[in-house]
């Protein structure tokens, strides 16, 4: 997490980026170490003028102004576990002479923004449209661990819901789903899926606590599991791009609007020059990502615009109880982590949504463990998010009746950008560069929920997040900024997405899962 305060937020990430490498603040005179614990114990510096003090911290480090006392600062070290060696897992690299299939099967060349075997995927569609589905599945006939598309082809039944795009579409760069923490073939969830926490709940209190079983992410919210899944991604003249990845991430729709914190995994192959393989490598993380402030606008508003204008852009956001959970800091200085959500009026509404372009009615832009972020774009949400006089939000007025045919408002239509950049953070990698690479392998370094080193772990788990930054060529040395790789989407008309929505012209749409939350939302 960062806090900026500059009105060019480029150069601001840029001047920012030098000192993520020693993780060290100047203010003038005086030095002294902050160490990274559990416990987050902070020391009190007090300068008079003209004093100058170098704050050396050896984790990551969180800004925290305060804001009814603009002469106080808190620096925090977060949190770090103790040093026993961890114990390696297996790696996930695919073995060449054996690759999964799995799903709808390994693919490329179907287009930039698709992820998923087109020909495997049409022809689901036309068995669709044939009735070989029609029948609803039982829950016997489905696997909460696994990948799925809107139908169950063994069974010949539908689901509910669906995953997205999916994740065997790259199996033979990552290998198996669930393969690098440890349960190959798992598709859906991971051992760091969130639970319920009080909304005041601060980190401490959170990293206490695993969840009860049967009260999980998995258990509670199942269908919010959601891939997107990419391959031979573009790249510019400059190099250091993002190629090929495939993300995991839980987002319950419209309906999760009041829910800051969620989990995600990611898998990412990075190079330096992307029609040279050898200059390629890998990166994985995980754990819970924060979501920010929720924003809501008016269509012609541009979320990012608004979010980081000079004008009040406070007049867009909807408080919630839960916007501090964990001790997050001053919003208004936090440029890159929020929840936005478009007002779509009658007439757009019934205009149908459009699966083109750069923008769409849901941005989340989020920030997790390990620095990883992304911005995930929905182009067809099922409502829209209404403020409630008492403060409340209502997500649950959707666009259709649930008996309404060919409705085209159900979440199927989604895309992500890996940016602002994909970082190489020296915390995490600064003991395992050689050669100007990031050599961190899979199994040698872990990661808690929130993204603080945890070297005791001995298998992947709750706060025991593997980690990798494998093989990857650094753009600057350790220390001196933040190394990256930027990812050059697609965002134009000639890169068609996929709609996961295959049910059959002229029935209700088999995705109808949301109407069984109506009640609890």
Avoid at 279 to 284: E, K, L, M, N
Avoid at 384 to 393: A, E, L, P, R, S
């Amino acid at each position: 997490m960062k806090i900026l305060k500059y009105k060019n937020t480029r150069r601001a990430l840029a001047s920012f980026a030098l000192l993520l490498g020693l993780f060290v603040l100047s203010y003038k005179a005086n030095l002294f170490n902050v160490a990274a614990h559990t416990d987050m114990i902070l020391q009190q510096l007090v300068l008079g003028g003209s004093q100058e003090a170098e704050v050396v911290c050896d984790g990551p480090i969180h800004f925290a102004p305060d804001p009814d006392n603009p002469t106080h600062l808190k620096v925090t070290c977060m949190a770090d576990a103790p040093e026993p060696s961890p114990t390696p897992i297996p790696t996930a690299t695919p073995n060449p002479d054996v690759i999964a299939i799995g799903g709808l099967g390994i693919g490329s060349g179907d287009g930039l923004e698709v992820g998923i075997n087109l020909a495997a995927f049409n022809d689901l569609k036309t068995r669709a449209t044939n009735g070989e589905f029609s029948r609803e599945c039982s829950s016997a006939e489905h696997d909460p661990k696994k990948w799925h598309t809107l139908v169950n082809e063994e069974a010949g039944c539908h689901y509910d819901h669906h995953h997205g795009d999916d994740p065997n579409y790259v199996n033979d760069i990552f290998g198996e789903p669930g393969g690098w923490f440890g349960n190959s073939g798992q598709s859906i969830s991971y051992p760091w899926q969130t639970f319920v926490l009080p909304a005041d709940a601060t980190r401490q209190q959170a990293m206490a606590q695993s969840g009860t079983e049967g009260q999980k992410e998995n258990d509670l919210k199942h269908e919010g599991y959601f891939w997107v899944v990419r391959k031979d991604q573009p790249c510019d003249e400059k190099g250091y791009c993002v190629k090929d990845f495939r993300v995991q991430y839980h987002f319950h729709g419209t309906m999760d609007a009041a829910i800051k914190m969620h989990s995600m995994s990611a898998e990412i192959r990075a190079c330096k020059d992307v029609n040279d393989p050898s200059t390629c490598g890998i990166v994985r993380t995980g754990g819970w990502v924060d979501h920010g402030q929720l924003l809501v606008m008016p269509t012609d508003k541009q979320c990012w615009i608004e979010r980081n204008s000079n004008d009040d852009h406070t007049k867009y956001v909807v408080p919630l109880a839960n916007d501090h959970q964990f001790g997050i800091g001053n919003f208004q200085l936090l440029i890159d982590e929020f929840r936005c959500h478009k007002e779509l009026t009658a007439s757009e509404i019934s205009k149908g949504p459009k699966h083109t372009g750069g923008s769409a009615p849901n941005e989340w832009w989020i920030h997790g463990a390990s620095d990883f972020r992304f911005q995930l774009l929905v182009f067809d949400p099922m409502s829209n998010v209404i403020k409630n006089g008492d403060g409340t939000i209502n997500t649950n007025t959707y666009f259709c009746g649930m008996d309404q045919a060919n409705c085209p408002w159900n979440q199927s239509v989604a895309t992500m950008r890996i940016a602002y950049v994909l970082g190489v953070n020296s915390y995490f990698v600064q003991d395992y560069v050689k050669d100007g690479k990031a050599m961190l392998p899979l199994g040698k370094r872990y990661i808690t929920r929130f993204g603080g080193i945890n070297n005791s772990c001995t298998a992947p788990g709750l706060d025991c997040v593997p980690i990798e930054y494998n093989n990857l060529p650094l753009s600057v040395d350790p220390g001196k900024g933040l190394a990256g790789f930027s990812h050059k989407a697609c965002e134009n008309s000639s890169c068609p997405r996929v709609d996961h929505d295959i049910t059959p012209t002229g029935q209700p749409s088999w995705i109808s899962w949301f109407y069984r939350y109506a009640d609890h939302h």
